[in-house]
């Protein structure tokens, strides 16, 4: 972070972020710091990793040409041999989409390629994996780091529509003329359209969320979402909160801090009701 506050380096790393973001924020009609409103502060901090990432494997104009091989020749010996081969891998990391499998939580998973091909690999996993499912497409770089394969901070869930997307952005720039199907990607040509998996995520995200916003009931009253925040008592723990929204009846968990909240009409009932249950 201190070598990116350098003036040669900050003005290589807004060329970057231009790339990633310049689309979406338009001639300055928007700040960066706005999508976190509209996106949440997680998914916004996720999106400029991802852009970090990108700069991070990145050759400039000039002496040092790239910030990585700068900071391990300067800095390199303060750092431990797990940390330097991990840099040294995102130095040539290669942001692709990938189909998940095998999920073991907490543990790994396995990862199809979906762009360049080949078999299946075995990443090492502990956080993700723990909300991963069966058949997943993400976007992420995969990196062997001392003999494992492991994901870098920036790895972006792709849906059905955003998954579509990415394929007929690519097959536009990579496909041959009339063609239907993307041919198998090489690494050059990813990290010239590293940016693209960031605009595809923020746009289909963005739609996603204008769509929540147009909700209404079936009186055609408009849906207004809510944050509610209870105090906690001294001591409490994840695995008490879970054990007492377990307990009650219409919770739905989804994963270690998310449940949905449901109410199940008995049958007999009003049938709009049960098709709406949020209407009293």
Not at 113 to 122: F, H, K, V
Not at 211 to 232: I, K
Request: proline share 4%; charged share 30%.
């Amino acid at each position: 972070m201190k070598f990116l506050s350098r003036d040669e380096w900050r003005e290589c790393f807004e060329e970057v972020f231009d790339d990633h973001f310049g689309p979406i924020l338009g001639e300055g009609d928007m700040e960066f710091e706005e999508l976190a409103e509209v996106l949440g502060d997680e998914r916004v901090m996720n999106l400029w990793g991802c852009a970090f990432e990108d700069f991070l494997t990145q050759d400039f104009d000039g002496e040092p040409s790239n910030i990585v091989d700068e900071y391990l020749k300067r800095r390199g010996w303060k750092e431990t041999a797990q940390t330097r081969a991990y840099m040294g891998a995102l130095r040539t990391s290669v942001m692709s989409l990938y189909e998940v499998s095998d999920v073991v939580p907490g543990q790994s998973f396995m990862a199809r390629d979906l762009l360049r091909g080949g078999e299946p690999i075995a990443v090492k996993e502990a956080t993700a994996t723990k909300t991963l499912k069966q058949w997943d497409k993400i976007a992420a770089r995969i990196v062997p780091v001392l003999g494992k394969n492991i994901l870098t901070d920036g790895v972006l869930p792709f849906t059905r529509e955003a998954t579509q997307s990415l394929f007929d952005g690519l097959l536009d720039v990579f496909g041959k003329k009339a063609a239907r199907k993307l041919p198998a990607m090489r690494d050059e040509d990813l990290r010239a359209v590293a940016f693209m998996f960031t605009l595809v995520w923020v746009f289909d995200a963005l739609d996603k969320v204008m769509d929540m916003q147009m909700l209404q009931t079936a009186e055609g009253d408009e849906f207004m979402f809510h944050d509610v925040r209870f105090p906690l008592a001294s001591g409490v723990t994840q695995k008490d909160i879970a054990a007492r929204l377990n307990g009650i009846a219409g919770m739905s968990q989804k994963n270690a801090q998310f449940w949905n909240w449901l109410e199940y009409t008995p049958q007999g009932e009003d049938r709009r009701r049960a098709s709406f249950p949020w209407i009293p």
